[in-house]
């Protein structure tokens, strides 16, 4: 766990092996193949400015393809390392690290962004969300994943009175520290609240059940949630829940930029004209120096 200045907790990967021990040998493969089919759903043929937030080690990426530029934002260094390794530092990668509460971009910057399996670690969503809606152009794309409260097994222990918390009730529970569901109606409530239009949920991963994983192979597993996916937009009992919306607003392009360093802003100061220092990207309105170093941008502290 990380603080960064008087924002809230961050839950860090940092060290971590997680793209490792949960995805590639975790027997997750169905849950992946799942996400890939309500993504390719719900993307757009293309675009120009992709911001991935929560990136880890770069799993989804490889499925932005049709976007000119992605910048992949972790808090975790070695996440974006690992992403790195994995897809090499050609030009359409921007690496990031960065505290989603301070995101280092100018307002309107991105034509599209993606959250997904991180809302859940944010204790306040509402600021999370709120800069995400801030680096967003009108009319933007922006797809949510959020680990659901009212799922059908939260449910059932609920009633079965293994489970004190309810289901039921919108606001956020807390099961492990800085691992968070989130009822849907609370996060629709929130969504429009900071200007955001819901045009499309669906629900995933209804068979995470470990009996059905060990036993079906994890196509067949993902072609059944496929079928029943589209039934988000009328009731949620799955434990992951994709929200496909749009910033209100008409529709503008992401502006064409010479250098990478005109897409940021200072998280301390919000200063607007970043420069190229020894090691760093510096501001000169606040003198804060943020590192810079084998093509990550390090915005978490200053140096």
Not at 205 to 221: C, D, T
Request: glycine content about 8%.
């Amino acid at each position: 766990m990380s603080k960064s200045n008087n924002t809230p907790p961050v839950c860090s990967y940092e060290g971590s092996d997680y793209q490792t021990s949960f995805w590639e040998e975790g027997g997750r493969a169905y849950e992946d193949l799942a996400e890939a089919i309500v993504l390719r759903k719900f993307l757009p043929a293309g675009g120009k400015l992709m911001l991935e937030l929560g990136a880890g080690a770069g799993r989804n990426t490889p499925r932005y393809h049709n976007f000119d530029k992605i910048i992949l934002l972790d808090y975790s260094r070695t996440q974006l390392q690992q992403a790195q390794a994995r897809l090499g530092s050609a030009g359409q990668y921007t690496y990031v690290a960065a505290d989603i509460y301070r995101l280092p971009f100018k307002d309107g910057t991105f034509d599209h962004a993606t959250m997904i399996r991180t809302l859940h670690h944010m204790s306040d969503a509402k600021l999370a969300l709120g800069q995400v809606q801030r680096v967003l152009l009108p009319g933007a794309g922006f797809i949510l994943e959020f680990a659901n409260k009212l799922n059908l097994k939260a449910i059932l222990r609920y009633i079965l009175g293994k489970q004190t918390w309810s289901p039921f009730s919108w606001e956020p529970v807390e099961f492990v520290k800085l691992n968070f569901d989130f009822h849907p109606d609370f996060v629709r409530q929130l969504l429009r609240e900071l200007g955001f239009v819901v045009r499309d949920i669906r629900t995933v991963s209804h068979f995470r059940i470990g009996i059905l994983k060990r036993s079906l192979p994890a196509n067949f597993l993902a072609w059944l949630d496929s079928l029943a996916q589209s039934t988000g937009n009328w009731w949620q009992l799955s434990p992951s829940v994709f929200v496909n919306t749009t910033k209100t607003g008409p529709a503008k392009a992401a502006a064409p930029f010479a250098s990478e360093l005109e897409l940021f802003q200072c998280p301390a100061c919000g200063g607007q004209k970043l420069l190229p220092g020894q090691g760093s990207v510096d501001c000169p309105q606040c003198n804060a120096k943020w590192a810079y170093a084998d093509g990550i941008y390090d915005f978490r502290e200053p140096i």
